[in-house]
């Protein structure tokens, strides 16, 4: 993305804001067989317009507009020049994590395997576990199935596989402790689980969490929770209560707001002699919008939130009731369906409705912190995520959440290039105006 669409991009989020008007080694026990629940899941909505590159039977490569995802195609696997190309859609894998991929045209048609490969480090925020990624693919009955055989360089951050089809493709997590991310208010609690997603075919025979991982055909299904047999501990890191009960534990904040408002939540588990983490992040909330750029002070300023129908987006906006609060605007996209909610990556492609966008203008340091930054004379979108969930309390429709930018540009207001790259975190608790 160029300086020309990050204008556009810093302009049309501004027009936004003037429309708001404001470690065990021993082998754990084998595990019951859990029965697998399949889902039909619709298909994703298309985000951005396709992608295509001509390939021939030489070879060759296409990568993503937004360059999470590359198709790598050898010599001999088409047969004559065919248009292959790559759109990004709405992830709708129970589990998926990011955006999910549109490969065309569909079916079977390379005479070799060719290499799927997803770049996975801007997702790296909201993972709750990096090696329990893996590649699915939608089949024809709407069902997210695993394609099996999965390389994962959690060096590199690339995840790969190898298909000879294409179709809808999407990366998700096999386990998780969910939820991944969560603001809590003061005294405030929530139940975390630890969850699975994915299962052998056929469901024959004991199970085991390593089978899924290797064999094709492995079914993406209805989440159900963890035999206690592979939980070796729970661990709370931060201020707060932690009391835990097998496959899941109870997290209760603290009665007054601590200087250290991060808090994370491990559970360990044994897999095959193997020590695997499960990670969830929970952060204690102030009414209002609360931000901590760098590791530095938290500061809370008052904030609403909103929906917009042209563009069709929510919102979340800072309240300038004074010169000092600095400009904050945080929005996504609304999908037809649905409400707020959800985890949705910094996204900045496509039209104007369909990317996620956050800029905070402070006039003390004439500068503008964004959610993309500028790698190798290009602006890229930032690691991290905002999440979303809405609730009704004495009456008052609310919204909360959390935030993380890990890679977060600020941009000079004068020349609108780069002076640096920061960290921005932050959580909000806002009444809604839907």
């Given at each position: 993305m160029n300086k020309l669409i990050y204008t556009n991009r810093c302009r049309s989020l501004w027009i936004f804001a003037l429309l708001l008007c404001i470690s065990s080694c021993k082998k754990n026990p084998v595990a019951a067989q859990t029965k697998a629940v399949t889902e039909v899941r619709p298909a994703g909505v298309a985000l951005t317009e396709t992608l295509t590159e001509s390939i021939g039977p030489d070879g060759g490569s296409v990568k993503s507009e937004d360059g999470r995802i590359e198709i790598i195609i050898p010599g001999g696997a088409l047969t004559e020049e065919t248009d292959i190309g790559i759109q990004v859609i709405k992830n709708t894998a129970i589990?998926?994590?990011?955006?999910?991929?549109?490969?065309t045209p569909h079916g079977k048609i390379f005479k070799k395997k060719v290499t799927v490969r997803f770049y996975y480090k801007t997702s790296e925020a909201r993972l709750c576990n990096k090696e329990a990624?893996?590649?699915?693919?939608?089949?024809?009955r709407g069902i997210w199935t695993c394609a099996g055989g999965t390389v994962n360089d959690t060096t590199?951050?690339?995840?790969s596989v190898?298909?000879?089809h294409f179709s809808d493709w999407a990366l998700i997590a096999s386990l998780e402790l969910t939820p991944t991310a969560k603001t809590v208010g003061l005294g405030e609690n929530v139940t975390l689980k630890a969850l699975r997603y994915v299962y052998p075919p056929g469901n024959n025979g004991p199970d085991d969490l390593a089978v899924p991982l290797a064999i094709p055909d492995a079914i993406c299904g209805v989440p159900t929770k963890l035999d206690p047999g592979y939980i070796v501990k729970w661990t709370l890191n931060g201020p707060g209560k932690l009391t835990a009960n097998g496959n899941e534990a109870s997290y209760t904040a603290p009665s007054t707001m601590p200087a250290n408002r991060r808090v994370t939540v491990t559970a360990e588990l044994n897999v095959q002699g193997k020590q695997v983490l499960l990670v969830s992040t929970i952060y204690i909330i102030d009414e209002g919008i609360s931000i901590s750029i760098d590791y530095g002070d938290w500061h809370t300023y008052p904030a609403v939130g909103v929906k917009t129908v042209s563009p069709n987006r929510y919102g979340i906006v800072s309240q300038r009731v004074t010169p000092d609060i600095p400009q904050i605007i945080i929005s996504w996209p609304v999908i037809s369906g649905q409400n707020s909610a959800g985890?949705?990556?910094?996204?900045?492609?496509g039209e104007p409705e369909n990317y996620i966008g956050f800029e905070d203008s402070d006039a003390s340091i004439n500068g503008i912190y964004t959610s993309v930054y500028e790698k190798d004379d290009e602006l890229t979108d930032s690691g991290g995520y905002v999440t979303a969930e809405e609730f009704t309390e004495g009456g008052k429709k609310y919204v909360r959440g959390s935030f993380i930018i890990s890679q977060s540009g600020l941009m000079d207001v004068s020349t609108g290039k780069q002076r640096e790259i920061g960290f921005v975190v932050g959580t909000y608790k806002v009444q809604r105006k839907w």
């Open positions: 589990s998926g994590i990011g955006n999910s991929y549109r490969f990624l893996e590649i699915a693919y939608q089949n024809e590199q951050k690339i995840v190898q298909t000879d985890m949705h990556e910094w996204f900045s492609k």
